[in-house]
């Protein structure tokens, strides 16, 4: 076999690394501040995490009378959720004095409920995770014990954690691989990414989820919900345990690419569900925002296609043409088309944001969001968007959508990845170039150095 031939050469379904040519970033700008005080009481976590909970529980359920007005600040999370679980109250009983009497909210809210997401094996932690010991320089069972899957007491509290969803295709080594082909050779690429987790004691959690690699025997997920319920499941007793372990409750952050970046948006939606702390950061790149309409996607729907007009759907996307041989295409064929479905037949559940249309890709996105357009789960969240200039499927105009989700202009940020094509996490050069905007991104909110 030629080293074309070689499937660490193929783009989109294996890594090569990064290259070493600095980067050109190309930023543009965001609309002018807007007063977060004007919206909701930002620098009060409990009135922020109700107000999330109160819009995700509106979503699913629909037909369910909203509580009062003042139930953000005076009700605690367990009374809001037993409200909608109740199915409401007539609007004329709208004072609910025995959970709402007095202005004054209790100092901390009751935490969530742990029994849905019991601890897991280290040997689950190992499945789901191969790379964690190779991008963090620790091993994995310092972080999910032998013993049931709680944390070990003798490992180092992490300064934060980041959690990395991949795009289709792709597996976890897109963010945990520091080996790569440039000009063909097979090369060490260092990470900005991992060099900046390694230095400051961050922990990267990039999943390796079923029907690829190690996991090729099992069935893929069918959707983005399940897929975040899924780790969710693996992780939640580590990233949300007890109060008193000093290694849970660390400050984490949110890295999609493609359709990854669905994925993690469902998984911030599912944490803020079931009362977890918001991520304080989403870098999200090369999708356009959960909810643009059916008939403003780009793409076609590939179930609908005969294979012909699949490959020709691959290469829209940027699959290297490689694929398509007859001793790759056999193997590669079903696993795209299973992780195409997932942004194909991906329902957005939210009433909190309208759908975006044809129409609205017209119009000036850069300008300011307002409170009825945000979305609870990325309230009060920094946001990063990032695409390849050379994308030939996803436009800038699809990229800041997501900003409709936002309640604070002033906490977005977008850039263009230059020479990129949408699978630029896949070519040497725009690689380097996304994540050293990554580990500036991670500099500027949780500190450190480079």
Request: aromatic share 10%; hydrophobic share 35%; glycine share 6%.
């Amino acid at each position: 076999m030629s080293s074309n031939d070689d499937p660490q050469n193929i783009p989109g379904i294996v890594l090569p690394g990064a290259a070493n040519p600095s980067p050109h970033r190309d930023e543009i700008p965001t609309s002018p501040n807007l007063n977060p005080q004007n919206l909701f009481d930002a620098d009060d976590p409990v009135f922020v995490r109700n107000v999330n909970l109160l819009e995700i529980l509106a979503d699913d359920f629909p037909d369910t009378q909203p509580p009062p007005e003042t139930a953000a600040r005076t009700w605690s999370e367990s009374e809001i959720k037993a409200w909608y679980q109740a199915g409401g109250v007539d609007k004329s009983i709208v004072d609910v004095s025995s959970v709402a009497k007095n202005e004054t909210r209790p100092q901390q809210s009751p935490r969530p409920d742990m029994s849905h997401y019991p601890p897991s094996s280290l040997q689950t932690a190992k499945t789901w995770f191969p790379g964690f010991q190779r991008a963090n320089n620790v091993a994995i069972d310092q972080v999910f014990s032998s013993h049931g899957g709680t944390l070990s007491h003798d490992s180092r509290k992490p300064s934060c954690r980041v959690v990395c969803w991949p795009n289709a295709g792709n597996a976890e080594d897109l963010f945990t691989n520091e080996k790569g082909r440039v000009d063909g050779k097979l090369c060490n690429t260092p990470s900005p990414l991992l060099n900046w987790c390694r230095t400051n004691n961050a922990h990267v959690f990039a999943p390796q989820f079923p029907g690829r690699a190690g996991r090729g025997r099992e069935e893929c997920f069918e959707s983005c919900q399940e897929a975040a319920e899924a780790l969710l499941r693996v992780v939640a007793s580590v990233f949300f345990g007890d109060d008193d372990d000093e290694s849970a409750n660390v400050p984490w952050c949110v890295i999609g690419h493609s359709v990854g970046s669905w994925c993690a948006f469902e998984f911030v939606r599912l944490c803020v569900k079931h009362g977890f702390p918001q991520p304080k950061l989403a870098l999200l790149s090369g999708f356009p925002s959960p909810s643009i309409g059916v008939d403003a996607r780009p793409w076609r729907v590939n179930s609908q296609l005969n294979d012909s007009e699949f490959r020709d759907e691959c290469t829209q996307w940027g699959v290297d043409r490689a694929v398509f041989k007859p001793h790759f295409w056999p193997t590669f064929e079903p696993l795209l088309r299973r992780d195409f479905s997932l942004f194909d037949t991906y329902e957005y559940s939210g009433k909190d944001t309208n759908a975006m249309t044809t129409q609205d890709l017209t119009q000036d996105l850069t300008q300011e969001c307002t409170p009825r357009e945000s979305c609870g789960a990325l309230r009060g969240v920094s946001l990063v968007t990032m695409r390849g200039a050379n994308d030939s499927m996803i436009t800038v105009e699809h990229v800041l959508g997501w900003r409709k989700f936002m309640n604070d202009a002033s906490h977005h940020a977008h850039h263009e990845i230059t020479n990129g094509n949408h699978l630029f996490p896949l070519q040497p050069d725009a690689k380097k170039q996304w994540l050293e905007i990554i580990a500036g991104t991670l500099i500027e909110t949780f500190g450190g150095v480079e």
